[in-house]
């Protein structure tokens, strides 16, 4: 009984990380809520349950101590599954998955942030300004230093323009 007892607290302290850390990402509903009461930069995280960059980037980039206090000091974090089934309202329209074949499919909120020359890649950072016009668009693994460095670029040049 010890052991399990043990082993049971083990696996809830190396699970707590992830908890912890996804508490930062906002759903687009709440982030609806939230902007309309105040208005700031959105960063969206766009990822594929099959893609191991996304992976990467969840268990790293997202679990850098520096790279939360940013997000939730200076931004709103959502962090999206381009290829989730449900509707998602957001600003007055509704957003739905299409689908392009077999078990595959896109969700038409990740094609408005994501398209890029034409098409959606996994990993994407989207960064909108405070009118949620999008005004970056990174696609490919970003590390919490490189992210760091574009955190401060964006946060600079919005400050210039306001």
């Known amino acids: 009984m010890k052991q399990s007892l043990f082993i049971f607290l083990m696996l809830l302290g190396f699970s707590m990380p992830k908890v912890l850390a996804q508490e930062a990402a906002i759903s687009f509903p709440a982030l609806e ?3 309309r009461k ?7 995280f766009l990822h ?3 893609c191991k960059f996304c992976d990467n980037m969840k268990q790293t980039t997202f679990e850098d101590e520096a790279i939360k206090n940013i997000l939730s000091k200076d931004f709103y974090f959502a962090s999206f599954d381009g290829e989730s089934k449900g509707d998602v309202e957001f600003m ?3 957003f739905k998955y ?5 078990n595959t499919g896109v969700h038409e909120l990740a094609e408005q942030l994501g398209t890029k020359n034409g098409m959606v ?4 950072v989207v960064f909108l300004n405070d009118k949620l ?3 970056y668009q990174n ?3 970003l590390s919490a230093k490189n992210l760091k460095k574009m955190l401060a670029k964006l946060s600079k040049e919005l400050e210039a323009s306001n």
Do not use: L, N, Q
């Not at 105040?38 to 969206?44: E, L, Q």
């Not at 890649?121 to 994407?124: A, D, E, G, L, M």
């Open 92 to 94: 007055g329209k509704t």
């Open 33 to 35: 809520i939230e902007y």
């Open 98 to 102: 299409k689908p392009t074949g077999a």
């Open 38 to 44: 105040s208005p700031k930069p959105v960063i969206v």
């Open 48 to 50: 594929a349950p099959w």
């Open 139 to 141: 696609d490919g693994f």
């Open 133 to 135: 016009e999008i005004i």
């Open 121 to 124: 890649s996994y990993p994407t």
